[in-house]
Antibody, heavy 118, light 107 residues
């Protein structure tokens, strides 16, 4: 069955960067966009951007432009989300999600908690 | 980015009640609107896509309607397992935005 498996929890200091991975399986990696969505503790969902695993093309939310980078490694069916210049406001669970090709999500990763604290 | 205003932010209803949640877009998004259910500690689950289409396997008590800027999500008869937070999500011009969420509780 389709699976998206994310890397483990991270603790970072303000000003640092974090890179979260999302390894996919049981489908053709290059056929579906991957999006990244985050959720701060007790808060709502926030879309960060997407990557086209085939071309490597990306689109980011304006809020994260210049601070987020999404990449992929087709050889291991994995996408990455790197967020730089972290502040405590970036403390959140970060999800990857597979796009159905109609801008909705059918499969999600389990989430990765990133904690930013001095 | 397009802003999505979802209301109410929370509601309490009895089992069997009809529950309605609204989502308003800051500009015309046609029918590019999805609805998700999220239970605590879990990833969201797609319920409705393209404003009014029921995702496969989702109970028929869930429905959606609307187009342009105003959208409605309805649970026709609230069940105990529907306790969750619901989110609308728009997609337009290759960017996406979520509404703020509605937490549904049992009275």
């Amino acid at each position: 069955q389709v699976q998206l498996v994310q890397s483990g929890a991270e603790v970072k200091k303000p000003g640092a960067s974090v890179k979260v991975s999302c390894k996919t399986s049981a489908y053709t990696f290059t056929d579906y966009y991957i999006h990244w969505v985050r959720q701060a503790p007790g808060q709502g969902l926030e879309w960060m951007g997407w990557i086209n695993p085939d071309s490597g093309g990306t689109k980011y939310a304006q809020k994260f432009q210049g601070r987020v980078t999404m990449t992929r490694d087709t050889s291991i069916s994995t996408t990455y989300m790197e967020l730089s210049r972290l502040t405590p406001d970036d403390t959140a669970v970060y999800f990857c999600a597979r796009d159905t090709n109609t801008w909705s999500y059918d499969y999600w990763g389990q989430g990765t908690l990133v904690t930013v604290s001095s | 980015d397009i802003q999505m205003t979802q209301s109410p932010s929370s509601l309490s209803a009895s089992v069997g009640d009809r529950v309605t949640i609204t989502c308003q877009a800051s500009q015309d998004i046609s029918n590019y609107l999805n609805w998700y259910q999220q239970k605590p500690g879990k990833a969201p689950k797609l319920l409705i896509y393209d404003a009014s289409n029921l995702e496969t396997g989702v109970p028929s008590r869930f429905s959606g309607s609307g187009s342009g800027t105003d959208f409605t999500f309805t649970i026709s008869s609230l069940q105990p397992e529907d306790i969750a937070t619901y989110y609308c999500q728009q997609y337009d011009n290759l960017r996406l935005t979520f509404g703020g969420g509605t937490k549904v509780e049992i009275k």
